[in-house]
């Protein structure tokens, strides 16, 4: 939400979105009454089309919006050609990112602004909550006013933002600060922050941990029959680990039989009600609606388990 008013998206702005993401990427832009444009997905990553996103935009395209999926990197360097061609600012959706790269660079320093999350399932955790990445200094500092009521921390300590001339509130308080903009209450907490500094230290063993399981699963399930792999890309945050398969359901209930969980992790965004409820015409996306599933990666997870997943899927590719 921060990242759109930082952008400048108001009423009746048009902004080029993934229809494949979880739908606080777009819950943000009907606050705003912005209108989400949605694009189709490239069926080597299930990320955002640039192909689509060129054909999207219009006089009233504000903004482009990329999330990566389960961690894939999208093709950054032709999102941000098409993006400066038109002007357009970049938001990068890395609820899923943490940690990933993209030629090397980190996955949220392409775009205008770039989201994290560090709900109770992603690669850290502070318990729910998240942070935002500015580019540039005016941004940030207007980002920490906007998360916390309008009011400027650094200011209020200072006497010339007093404002006398209204009232005289007690001086030891020192509240006589000013507030020009409509804020938020969206600041994390101390004790939040402090457990999400404590995850940072474990970072890149979880990245490592991920990695190895997500190369597991590769070097077992490549070339199987009813399977396909997505495209194996060195920057992959590895937050998910997602498969296309000949019938979902069928497979679902097969890994269930076996006592493992898949899930589809993320349902489209254009057949939710407040999004218009209806399907629209993306050819990529309608040709996989019932084949992408992801399957279990943590770090809890053990070779001999990872190995228990990958005969199961064996066995249903065979059968």
Known sequence: ??????????????????????????????????????????????????????????????????????????????????????????????????????????????????????????????????????????????????????IDKELRRERDTLIPDRFNPFWQRAMTFDVDETGYKYQMTDIAATIGLANFEKLSTILETRRKIVEQYRNELDGLPKITLLKNDTGHANWLFQILVDNRKDFQDFMSQKGIETNMVQCRNDIYKIFGGKKQDLLNMNSIENNYVSIPLHCSLTEEQVGYITSSIQEYAQA
């Not at 400048?8 to 832009?29: F, M, Q, R, W, Y």
């Not at 219009?58 to 050609?81: L, R, W």
């Not at 030629?103 to 909550?129: E, M, R, V």
């Open 1 to 150: 939400h921060l990242a759109y008013i930082l952008a400048g998206i108001k009423k009746d702005d048009e902004v080029i979105t993934p229809v494949l993401t979880c739908s606080a990427t777009n819950h943000p832009l009907l606050w705003l009454s912005a209108i989400p444009v949605f694009t189709d997905i490239d069926l080597n990553t299930l990320n955002i089309d640039p192909l689509d996103i060129e054909r999207k935009i219009t006089e009233k395209t504000k903004a482009i919006v990329v999330m990566y999926n389960g961690g894939m990197p999208c093709d950054m360097d032709a999102i941000m050609s098409i993006a400066k061609k038109h002007n357009l600012k970049v938001i990068e959706d890395c609820a899923q990112a943490l940690g990933g790269t993209y030629k090397g660079q980190k996955l949220g320093t392409f775009g205008d602004f770039a989201i994290f999350s560090f709900q109770a399932i992603k690669h850290i955790t502070t318990g729910d909550g998240g942070m935002l990445v500015c580019r540039n200094e005016e941004d940030a500092k207007r980002a920490k006013r906007l998360r916390w009521y309008g």
